[in-house]
């Protein structure tokens, strides 16, 4: 049996594992037990199934501590990607076409109520997108066309017909139903794991950004006098008329390709690539229906710090890194995106995966980067740390974190032309084949106790998992999953999971 560079086995290791935990049995002691379909439904499992070690925390409350009476709105007018941040401290369409017979069939068969007519059905073929046409993007209202299009005589991009546009009426949908066919049809055109909630007057007056990135002059605001959103040259405006809601998505990245950094910086991030599909569809698919899908997905103009709102939807936890989010299934190889809409959606609460807890008995990540931005304290901290003796710009008070200096990070980054380390040298970025790492997870939430979590990181040291430029030239000679991403991670039905 191969040693893997240590006096320990694999097989060593599992019968450690049978004893640390008191083998799959102590898992199954703790997995959630289902008597009736009834028992099941009232769980919510149905709305978005989870690994069975995830625990649901209560509204506003995740695993970090938040102050709400501290926080206000932030203000991401300075971020660590500013260059002026660095000097300061250290010197982002669809073509539709069918032929009239086509058309025919179509119709008929929607007349009929034949299987695969049905309207969630038709929104599926009207909604999936490929991709933007290079002349249209999404923008902070719908779709935008450029006007190097429209001036050559091009036709302005709408999206696909809305009921009103079609002579139907508006879908009504409970806020159950919406969320139960926003998931899988979400899953679908990209979303790993999607998160909901209520924008509710905390949202309002605590997480809705004070304006754009980096621009101060262009101001997030709420009009409660209108149903819409609109756009202006000083302000995105969110309609306060009626409820708006929350739309998280964490989209898949590649985990081979992010334990292949410094040398692959930034080529993991094939959630650029789902999201060019995502984005759109999901904009298409709300549209059909007769609802909004507010926001453009870029990286300027989110409306939220958007790892904070994937932590209040229960899409992730917090991280000793402090920019990316861990999730249960993923870790932290995803990206975020956050989204407002006017579809009643029934709210997902936040998680305790024990991912936040374990980063104070962890620490990979930070004695993993280079330039050494990550904090190395034992455990999270209410109070912001000053950067070389300056005020911390870039962070908001109110949270309990682990604070990092992004301006000497980015600074880093430019300067050695990438970086990505702390990505692929988290103990959470591993693949799920192995049976042992859905014990060693649902150890690391039900337990949680610093010597086994160190030993957890130290298992993780001795079989090689992290990052390493080598494995960018290893990778050719390998074969993985479509994309690079193993998309069954979140799947539980159609035998994928068993």
């Not at 799959?24 to 099941?40: K, M, N, S």
């Not at 046409?133 to 209202?141: E, G, L, M, R, T």
């Not at 999206?159 to 079609?166: L, S, W």
């Not at 991030?269 to 569809?281: C, I």
Request: net charge negative.
């Amino acid at each position: 049996m191969q040693k893997f560079h240590s006096t320990i086995s694999r097989r060593d290791f599992m019968k450690f594992m049978a004893v640390a935990t008191g083998g799959i049995g102590a898992a199954a002691a703790v997995t959630p037990v289902f008597h009736d379909v009834d028992e099941l439904i009232s769980t919510g499992a149905t709305m978005q199934k989870r690994p069975w070690w995830v625990k649901e925390r209560e509204e506003h409350n995740p695993t970090t501590e938040i102050d709400w009476d501290i926080m206000g709105r932030p203000n991401p007018t300075n971020t660590g990607q500013q260059t002026e941040m660095w000097a300061y401290y250290h010197g982002q369409a669809r073509a539709d076409a069918a032929s009239s017979k086509g058309s025919e069939v179509d119709n008929a068969s929607i007349a009929a109520n034949d299987p695969g007519f049905s309207p969630r059905c038709l929104a599926l073929k009207a909604a999936v997108t490929t991709s933007w046409s290079s002349y249209v993007s999404k923008s902070w209202v719908g779709a935008s066309t450029s006007s190097t299009w429209t001036k050559g005589g091009g036709s302005v991009y709408k999206g696909v017909a809305t009921p009103t546009e079609r002579g139907e009426p508006k879908w009504n949908g409970t806020p159950e139903e919406n969320t139960h066919m926003l998931n899988a049809y979400q899953k679908f055109v990209g979303a790993a794991v999607s998160g909901y909630g209520e924008f509710s007057t905390l949202d309002r007056t605590k997480l809705l950004c004070t304006n754009i990135k980096h621009n101060a002059d262009k101001k997030f605001i709420i009009d409660d006098t209108v149903d819409t959103a609109y756009e202006t040259s000083t302000a995105l405006a969110v309609p306060g008329k009626n409820q708006m809601y929350h739309l998280v998505h964490w989209e898949h990245m590649s985990h081979e390709l992010s334990r292949a950094t410094p040398a692959m910086s930034g080529r993991f991030n094939s959630s650029d690539f789902v999201a060019t599909s995502l984005k759109p569809s999901v904009f298409n698919f709300l549209r059909y229906f007769g609802y909004q899908m507010i926001g453009d997905g870029g990286d300027s103009n989110y409306p939220f710090v958007e790892v904070a709102v994937a932590n209040l939807t229960g899409v992730c936890e917090s991280s000793r890194q402090n920019l990316y989010g861990l999730t249960p299934e993923l870790g932290p190889i995803g990206r975020i995106h956050s989204y407002i809409t006017d579809m009643p959606v029934a709210p997902t609460y936040p998680i305790d995966a024990g991912q936040f807890k374990f980063c104070a008995d962890c620490g990979k990540c930070a004695r993993a980067c280079p330039p050494k931005v990550i904090s190395l304290d034992k455990g999270p901290s209410w109070d912001i740390p000053d950067i070389n003796g300056k005020p911390n710009l870039m962070h908001h008070a109110g949270t309990k974190e682990y604070w990092s200096d992004g301006a000497l990070c980015r600074l880093f980054r430019t300067e050695a032309n990438g970086c990505n380390v702390c990505w692929g040298n988290c103990t959470f970025t591993t693949n799920k084949g192995a049976m042992v790492h859905e014990v060693i997870r649902g150890t690391i939430a039900n337990v949680g106790i610093g010597p086994l979590n160190h030993f957890f990181f130290q298992m993780g040291e001795l079989f090689n998992y992290g990052a390493d430029s080598q494995k960018a030239e290893d990778w050719w000679d390998r074969s993985f999953p479509v994309l690079g991403m193993d998309t069954t991670v979140s799947s539980f039905d159609g035998g994928y999971k068993k």
